[in-house]
């Protein structure tokens, strides 16, 4: 699944083509991704101009001058395609700008989604209503880690993970960090200390915005809009990698968490 630095380089290679324009055309080439697209979608969108881009978790925002904001989710296997040369089966809906821009929401699984939501509602939406703070925002910090996992006997990876504590986390990061901190994956949260907490803050921010740099990592279907795949897979220090020798010259090793590969190093992680 695209994970939050892939939703954050579509959203900005979007907003190169959309930010500002107005949507003359709206296509829908089926009635359903996971589940139906708005009814009202294409009378929306239709006429209206972007105001604004954004990103909440792993959700892409197009704010428009309808006081309506189109919120999307890739799944899978979703992607958006900027001037494609020619329509494919996937393109299930299609933006066409008063510019000529075309941009095409491909999602062969069909496990993303799309959702119309009054701008001045999203934070109660269903959906980001109960988010806890963005991992690049000022709103994460060691304080705010300390009194979530105070008392919880849970693994602190688990914890990462729960969107309610912070948003937008995924495995492939919270290894990552959890590795460039120090911190074992299966150790309870509620004892995790605080020189710690402190260095897995910023272990977390540092991984993400060193994947956007790099444009996303590449998974499978993953491609940014223009097509290209994101490099940082290739900076790894932990994940994918059971077997490998560690920078200190141990094992990289593996095991499951809650249906989910968790990858670390026993000589770097205590």
Not at 34 to 63: N, S
Not at 72 to 96: C, N, Q, T, Y
């Amino acid at each position: 699944m695209p994970e939050l630095p892939e939703v954050e380089t579509t959203v900005r290679g979007l907003e190169r083509f959309l930010d500002g324009e107005r949507i003359a055309r709206v296509t829908l080439n089926r009635a359903d991704l996971r589940r139906p697209f708005p009814p009202d979608l294409v009378q929306v969108l239709t006429g209206a101009r972007v105001t604004g881009m954004g990103r909440r978790a792993k959700y892409g925002l197009i704010h428009t001058d309808r006081e309506q904001t189109m919120v999307f989710h890739l799944g899978m296997s979703g992607r958006w395609r900027i001037e494609p040369e020619a329509p494919d089966k996937h393109d299930h809906l299609v933006l066409e700008t008063g510019a000529g821009h075309v941009l095409a929401l491909n999602d062969a699984r069909r496990f993303g989604s799309v959702d119309l939501v009054p701008t001045a509602g999203l934070d109660a939406w269903g959906a980001f209503a109960t988010l806890g703070p963005e991992p690049l925002g000022d709103d994460l910090t060691p304080a705010h880690l300390r009194a979530a996992f105070a008392g919880r006997i849970a693994p602190i990876k688990q914890m990462l993970l729960d969107q309610t504590i912070v948003a937008g986390l995924g495995n492939i990061y919270v290894c990552e960090a959890l590795f460039r901190s120090g911190i074992r994956p299966d150790k309870e949260a509620g004892r995790v200390s605080g020189p710690a907490l402190g260095r897995l803050v910023p272990a977390i921010k540092q991984v993400l915005g060193e994947s956007i740099a790099a444009g996303g990592s590449t998974i499978k279907d993953y491609a940014q809009p223009n097509g290209e795949l994101g490099y940082f897979a290739a900076s790894w220090q932990v994940y994918g990698r059971e077997g490998d020798p560690c920078g200190c010259g141990a094992p990289v090793l593996r095991f499951v968490q809650g249906g989910r590969s968790t990858f670390w190093c026993r000589k770097c992680q205590k």
